[in-house]
T-cell receptor, first 111, second 109 residues
Framework: DVKVTQSSRYLVKRTGEKVFLECVQD?????MFWYRQDPGLGLRLIYF???????EKGDIPEGYSVSREKKERFSLILESASTNQTSMYLC??????????FGDGTRLSIL | AQRVTQPEKLLSVFKGAPVELKCNYS??????LFWYVQYSRQRLQLLLR??SRESIKGFTADLNKGETSFHLKKPFAQEEDSAMYYC???????????FGTGTSLTVIP
């Protein structure tokens, strides 16, 4: 069974801080994704990665960056956190013709 | 452009009543459609996909290319069906997925 693990369920940070959200998958999937989930807006893709060191911007990449140094780990970085980045962040992994598998999510609050 | 529309943000039905969650899509090609479900305090998980043509937890969904729809249906709703449901479309590249805004289903006892 695929396991996607997000390092924190809840995180509280301050405006201007640099924030790291970590995601690890254990199925050797090539593709990994970061979404934010907001009421009424659904899931919006921030970035995805199709291989180590490869990344593509999603629909809302502004204010975010990502890192994929190893196949199993995909990190989302908020360079300078702002209050409008308060949200639920979901990580997913996927391979070939299979559907995506999601982590539990990180609820991030920026004060 | 690929786009998924779920017109209902909230849907309430009584237990035992039929339920239909609507999903329409806009896509230039042969789409692959999915329904994902998120129960309270649980992770988002796949409910079903159109290529499987199977029934999961009593739910079915048929891809209607003429109407560009992939509505989710269940003949008799149960309280445990209360959850957030997302329709999703897989894009041309094979590794891009587009989600609707979700429908929150409440089944009233």
């Amino acid at each position: 069974d695929v396991k996607v693990t997000q390092s924190s369920r809840y995180l509280v940070k301050r405006t201007g801080e640099k924030v790291f959200l970590e995601c690890v998958q254990d199925m050797d999937h090539e593709n990994m994704f970061w979404y934010r989930q907001d009421p009424g807006l659904g899931l919006r893709l921030i970035y995805f990665s199709y291989d180590v060191k490869m990344k593509e911007k999603g629909d809302i990449p502004e204010g975010y960056s990502v890192s994929r140094e190893k196949k199993e780990r995909f990190s989302l970085i908020l360079e300078s956190a702002s209050t409008n980045q308060t949200s639920m962040y979901l990580c997913a992994s996927q391979q070939g013709a299979q559907p995506q598998h999601f982590g539990d999510g990180t609820r991030l609050s920026i004060l | 452009a690929q786009r998924v529309t779920q017109p209902e943000k909230l849907l309430s039905v009584f237990k035992g009543a039929p339920v239909e969650l609507k999903c329409n899509y806009s896509y230039s090609g042969s789409p692959e459609l999915f329904w994902y479900v998120q129960y309270s305090r649980q992770r988002l998980q796949l409910l079903l996909r159109h290529i499987s043509r199977e029934s999961i937890k009593g739910f079915t969904a048929d891809l209607n290319k003429g109407e560009t729809s992939f509505h989710l249906k269940k003949p008799f709703a149960q309280e445990e069906d209360s959850a957030m449901y997302y329709c999703a479309l897989r894009g041309n590249t094979g590794n891009q997925f587009y989600f609707g805004t979700g429908t929150s289903l409440t089944v009233i006892p």
